[in-house]
């Protein structure tokens, strides 16, 4: 697997610590350089992950360079799109093979529930929800978090508009 040099700190202990007692080797890269992304590839190499818009280091990612490129050579392309969540950017849009959301985030809208979502193709996504991901590791919300984020969720487009008016401002403050 090949990883983006920064990704959330949760992540990034996911892939440290637990892959590593799965066998998963995990190799750096900066993906906003295409040709680091190139170099790291490895002949096992069988996905390409990184953030869109990175957390904490707000670098953004061609999204279509790199699926490209992965695509190519078989790798499949997995999008941490917490940080510029639809209406922003659609990263299957632009190639990639499977999109993750923190939904704690923007998708919920409210800061009260934690929550997440992978979506990706049926052939993709199907193996994670008939094996081990749903069934034991506790990522079937309750009734009442699915509520919360489904009132997120009517929101989220003026919320969305709002927080870019108010990125623009500030960055654009003299
Ligand atoms: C917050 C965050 C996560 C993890 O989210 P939780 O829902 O808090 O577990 C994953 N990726 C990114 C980019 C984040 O900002």
Redesign the pocket.
């Known amino acids: 697997m090949n990883c983006g040099e920064c990704?959330?700190g949760?992540?990034d202990v996911v892939l440290r610590t637990t892959l590593q007692k799965f066998g998963v080797e995990v190799t750096y890269a900066d993906t906003t350089n295409l040709e680091s992304v190139e170099a790291a590839i490895k002949e096992n190499t069988k996905l390409i992950y990184f953030?869109s818009l990175?957390?904490p280091t707000m670098e953004l990612t061609d999204i279509a360079a790199i699926s490209k490129l992965a695509h190519e050579k078989g790798i499949l392309v997995a999008v941490?799109n917490?940080?510029t969540p639809p209406p922003e950017v659609y990263p299957l849009k632009e190639g990639a093979d499977i999109v993750?959301?923190?939904?704690?985030?923007y998708i919920n809208g409210h800061g009260d529930v934690?929550?997440?979502a992978i979506i990706g193709s049926t052939e993709l996504i199907t193996p994670i929800r008939k094996g081990v991901t749903s069934k034991i590791c506790g990522t079937t919300p309750s009734p009442f978090n699915s509520f919360l984020l489904l009132r997120g969720l009517q929101t989220m487009e003026l919320c969305m508009a709002r927080h870019c008016e108010n990125g623009m401002a500030f960055a654009t403050l003299g």
Do not use: A, Q, R
């Not at 993750?100 to 985030?105: D, E, R, V």
């Open positions: 990704v959330y949760c992540t953030e990175t957390n941490d917490t940080f993750l959301h923190s939904c704690t985030k934690i929550s997440g």
